[in-house]
Nanobody, 116 residues
Framework: VQVAESGGGLAQVGGSLRLSCVMS????????INWYRQAPGKQRELVAS???????SYGDSVKDRFTMTRDNSKNTVHLQMNKLNPADTGVYLC???????????WGQGTQVTVSS
């Protein structure tokens, strides 16, 4: 099983980016998927979480700006990020926590840089 992120890049303050996370093996429906971000010198932060029942929760710093969705038929989750600010800069990582019969999976991350 592999998890791979894409969609990062450079954005201006107030701009938008859409991140994607693809899981191989048609297994996405088994997993909660979490988006984390890692900024230099800071602890890894949970940004958003989407359960197998499509229940979504967000970190306080991104509420009302970020939207996480999943499409099990395409084995993909998306993180739509709007109204970006420099504090959103970091490496965004997709994580699938361990479930019965499967280990935890992490992607390699995608860099997001928000410039003023």
């Amino acid at each position: 099983v592999q998890v791979a992120e894409s969609g990062g890049g450079l954005a201006q303050v107030g701009g938008s980016l859409r991140l994607s996370c693809v899981m191989s093996g048609s297994l996405l429906n088994l997993f909660t998927i979490n988006w984390y971000r890692q900024a230099p010198g800071k602890q890894r932060e949970l940004v958003a979480s989407n359960t197998t029942a499509s229940e979504v929760s967000y970190g306080d710093s991104v509420k009302d700006r970020f939207t996480m969705t999943r499409d099990n038929s395409k084995n993909t989750v998306h993180l739509q990020m709007n109204k970006l600010n420099p504090a959103d800069t970091g490496v965004y990582l997709c994580q699938a926590p361990a479930v019965y019969g499967y280990i935890e999976y992490w992607g390699q991350g995608t860099q997001v840089t928000v410039s003023s």
